[in-house]
């Protein structure tokens, strides 16, 4: 019997190890989840050895009554409790008297068990949520705050990650933690670190580098994020547009904006955080013209620069200024698809690139042309520009917006502007059929009688005298007819007829009187009339002055030409850039105070005129130029008209008035 009893209990055991073999988890439970192993989103069960989510804890049960889901003897299952009863604790409820006996008739007993015997007693089933068993390790370890190292080039994003400070909602102030090259924007950690150095929860990280757009048209960045992401693109150098923001927690969903590109290459900014809530996902797709939806691949991605091969512009310079134009002059870069121009009177708007655009103020330039052709290598600005006013412009060789290049660093080429001479006149008149330009004279008056001309007059007289067109006041010159004056001829026969000396001397004529020289005149040495003179002469020509003429305070002198009357640009005899001339000039034809001068634009001596300056029938050509910056404060041409004209000239023309008011006072 004894033998059978063992024999019994040894097949039960070996079926007890039989079944649980087959229930007993692959990887042996700890006997503790080490403090902080459990995620954030996990609690922990099943007797402190196993993190779970979901459904509920534990994530087995039993399917037969009476049976529970624990390890006995360090195996886990489903065990049931089998118990032997006896009776015990008997107390007697009836007795049976005869005579000094007391028979106990029936007796009342409790039911007792013995201790539990634990039998298998079914399998066990998972259900909700997921369990994973503790490694008795903790998993989370902050790393020490790093430096930023230097950017290292390789296809793909470089990666920065920070620790988060718990408390608030800031972003990256806990230190940056790690910074390495990611390949792509693709991660699911779950509840795991991005790498040593990070915990699971409160960290952000930054990818930053540039995108390659391989089509033209409008582009879709989509973010898988949870919990917050925002994708920037650097559309042009400079101008940064936030594509995608969905900076929140929340479990891991999609989010998506749209931007117009051209094909090139772009930066691109993707921010992240992960709180303590859900998973951490992070993801980057796009989609566009000829290209699905996808991650955006390594090859389209680069960590510190694009592939860049340009050739820069160079050899700035400029031509062709005047007050309101200049033409621009480079030698053109290559490389790139286009090239950008700007030009302002603000060095830091240039240098900026005018993000404003076109306009006034600070940001903007007074000429932002984004779309000049490759290879061009002038540019003409249009009359858009202010006289006397310092320019700064730049050319930009430009392929994308991480790819482009212009004169050097800080490199600012710039002009001024030509200022436009301008008169001054003082005591007298100037008749012209031309325009004459009047400007505030820095110092004293720019004119105290009245100007006429037959175009247009620019500036007001400060004197108050208006200066207008004549006689019919049109802007156009041409439309406007000459003023009604005495001819040569009515000048010779009042004047000069049966009282004037033939002379055909070198200079002119020594002693006072009324004189004739036929024919052209040229003045090719300095005149210094002798004091107390006073001379009237005609020419029957031209009369070319090549010299200054000097005249002393008690003389006079006046020409009346049959021809035209011409200053040269620098007079012989002229210091320190002004030429001085005395003497009233009156010509048939047209009056030139620089008739030799090359180009509009170039530089000639201050003519100082004591006397009056009348062309009777043509025009009046105010040609001095000075420098730009001298024709801001100073006249090219100063008219004065001395009242010893007045008086010593009386004698020999009769009627002063005609010289010193208005045309045809005297007649």
């Given at each position: ?553 008690d003389s006079a002198i006046a020409f009346i030409a049959s021809g035209k009357i011409r200053f040269a640009k620098n007079l012989t005899g002229g210091a320190s850039g002004i030429d001085t001339v005395g003497g009233i000039f009156v010509a048939g034809g047209e009056i030139n105070t620089a008739y030799d001068k090359a180009s509009p634009d170039e530089v000639t001596d201050k003519l100082e005129l004591e006397g009056s300056l009348i062309s009777l029938s043509d025009t009046l050509l105010l040609d001095r130029n000075l420098s730009f910056a001298d024709n801001l404060t100073t006249p090219a041409e100063s008219v004065t008209l001395s009242a010893k004209y007045y008086v010593l000239l009386r004698s020999l ?15």
């Amino acid at each position: 019997m004894l033998k059978k009893l063992l024999l019994g209990l040894l097949i039960l055991i070996g079926l007890l190890f039989l079944f649980a073999k087959i229930i007993t988890p692959s990887q042996p439970l700890a006997a503790n989840c080490a403090p902080g192993e459990c995620g954030s989103n996990e609690y922990v069960c099943q007797y402190g050895t196993m993190c779970c989510t979901g459904g509920g804890c534990p994530s087995y049960y039993c399917t037969s009554n009476g049976c529970t889901f624990f390890t006995f003897n360090g195996v886990s299952g489903c065990w049931g409790c089998i118990r032997s009863s006896y009776s015990c604790n008997c107390v007697c409820d009836r007795w049976l008297n005869i005579g000094r006996i007391r028979i106990c008739i029936h007796y009342r007993c409790q039911t007792c068990y013995t201790p539990c015997d634990w039998q298998w007693c079914g399998n066990a089933y998972r259900t909700g949520g997921t369990c994973r068993y503790c490694s008795g390790v903790t998993s989370c370890s902050w790393g020490g705050t790093i430096g930023a190292p230097a950017c290292s080039q390789a296809n793909g994003l470089l990666g920065s990650y920070y620790r988060d400070n718990p408390v608030g909602g800031d972003r990256f102030d806990g230190g940056l933690k790690i910074v390495r090259n990611d390949a792509t924007v693709n991660f699911n950690w779950g509840s795991d670190s991005p790498g040593a150095g990070l915990c699971g929860d409160n960290f952000s990280a930054k990818w930053t580098g540039y995108v390659n757009i391989p089509s033209s048209g409008t582009w879709t960045f989509y973010t898988n994020g949870s919990d917050g992401m925002i994708v920037e693109v650097e559309g042009a150098p400079g101008a940064w547009t936030t594509v995608v923001s969905d900076w929140s927690d929340h479990a891991a969903r999609e989010s998506s904006g749209t931007m117009a590109l051209t094909t090139g290459w772009y930066g691109i900014r993707v921010s992240y955080y992960e709180n303590t809530t859900n998973p951490a996902i992070a993801q980057l797709s796009y989609s566009g013209p000829g290209v699905a939806k996808q991650i955006v691949p390594q090859a389209s991605l680069r960590t510190c620069t694009t592939p860049c091969s340009l050739t820069a512009p160079g050899n700035p310079n400029v031509t062709a200024v005047t007050s309101t134009s200049a033409q621009l002059n480079w030698t053109a870069g290559a490389g790139g698809t286009k090239q950008l121009l700007r030009l302002d009177d603000d060095q830091n708007d240039v240098l900026n690139g005018c993000p404003g655009g076109v306009g006034t103020g600070s940001g903007k330039c007074l000429l932002a042309d984004d779309n000049v052709p490759s290879g061009q290598s002038s540019y003409g600005t249009g009359s858009i520009l202010t006289a006397g006013t310092r320019y700064y412009w730049r050319v930009v060789e430009y392929k994308d917006a991480s790819c482009h290049s212009d004169f050097g660093a800080g490199v600012t080429p710039s002009f001024v502007t030509r200022a436009e001479a301008w008169l001054q006149v003082t005591g007298g008149d100037v008749f012209a059929n031309h325009m004459v330009t009047l400007r505030v004279a820095p110092t004293g008056q720019n004119s105290r009688w009245m100007i006429l001309a037959r175009g247009s007059i620019t500036g007001t007289s400060q004197a108050g005298w208006v200066a207008q067109f004549y006689p019919e006041r049109n802007f156009d010159l041409s439309l406007n007819t000459p003023l009604s004056a005495p001819s040569y001829l009515d000048l010779w026969k009042n004047l000069g007829q049966g009282k004037a000396t033939a002379f055909a001397g070198a200079d002119l004529p020594g002693a006072s009187g009324v004189y004739l020289i036929s024919g052209n005149k040229t003045l090719g040495n300095v005149i210094s009339l002798a004091g107390n003179r006073k001379l009237l002469i005609f020419v029957n020509g031209d009369l070319t002055v090549n010299a200054e003429i000097l005249v002393p305070a008690d003389s006079a002198i006046a020409f009346i030409a049959s021809g035209k009357i011409r200053f040269a640009k620098n007079l012989t005899g002229g210091a320190s850039g002004i030429d001085t001339v005395g003497g009233i000039f009156v010509a048939g034809g047209e009056i030139n105070t620089a008739y030799d001068k090359a180009s509009p634009d170039e530089v000639t001596d201050k003519l100082e005129l004591e006397g009056s300056l009348i062309s009777l029938s043509d025009t009046l050509l105010l040609d001095r130029n000075l420098s730009f910056a001298d024709n801001l404060t100073t006249p090219a041409e100063s008219v004065t008209l001395s009242a010893k004209y007045y008086v010593l000239l009386r004698s020999l023309l009769g009627r002063p008035k005609f010289f010193w008011q208005e045309v045809p006072a005297g007649y």
